[in-house]
């Protein structure tokens, strides 16, 4: 087995390499907690639109900051489809993390499939859009919250679970019962 050892100053460390590092203690998340406004997707009922609200996010170690709020444009729907509004975290030459929309399968009522590699691009979901055929505005019955929460998710990389039994006793070093 070859030996790795990183970060150091005048070392260098790649992206996956940062992201194995950093994602245990900062896992793909929304810093806040549930009811706060943090990355909220928000249906503002003014036609094909939503605006992102102003928060904090961790994907895969990685910090995404956003102090204002960002309006996305929905595609028309010819049929049932469900769109996701993601954070979507690009490796290589990009290097960056941006709110987008990932646009689903057309007569497919369920949301799409993510991308989600180790070294290239992955996509954190925040909320789910249904949409339907000759729809023309989105309103708040429109969008499932799909955001996890960083202290939630924290605990569980780390075998905490609060409120009922770990689903694997032996993975758990820490449960608590409510």
Avoid: C
């Avoid at 991308?115 to 708040?140: H, K, N, R």
């Amino acid at each position: 087995m070859a030996e790795r050892s990183y970060p150091f100053v005048d070392g260098e460390t790649t992206d996956a390499e940062f992201s194995a590092m950093f994602r245990h203690l900062f896992p793909s998340s929304v810093v806040g907690y549930p009811g706060q406004p943090g990355l909220e997707v928000v249906a503002n009922s003014s036609g094909l639109r939503v605006e992102l609200q102003p928060g904090e996010a961790f994907v895969r170690g990685h910090r995404f900051a956003m102090d204002a709020p960002v309006e996305l444009v929905i595609d028309a729907a010819t049929s049932v489809r469900v769109d996701t509004v993601i954070l979507r975290m690009e490796y290589g030459a990009v290097q960056s993390i941006t709110p987008a929309v990932k646009k689903g399968v057309a007569g497919v009522a369920s949301p799409p499939t993510l991308d989600q590699t180790e070294d290239d691009l992955f996509e954190f979901p925040l909320a789910d859009i249904a949409l339907a055929d000759g729809q023309v505005t989105i309103g708040p019955s429109h969008l499932t919250d799909r955001r996890a929460w960083w202290g939630i998710e924290l605990m569980k990389s780390f075998g905490i679970h609060i409120g009922a039994q770990h689903p694997d006793p032996a993975a758990a070093f820490l449960s608590f019962l409510t």
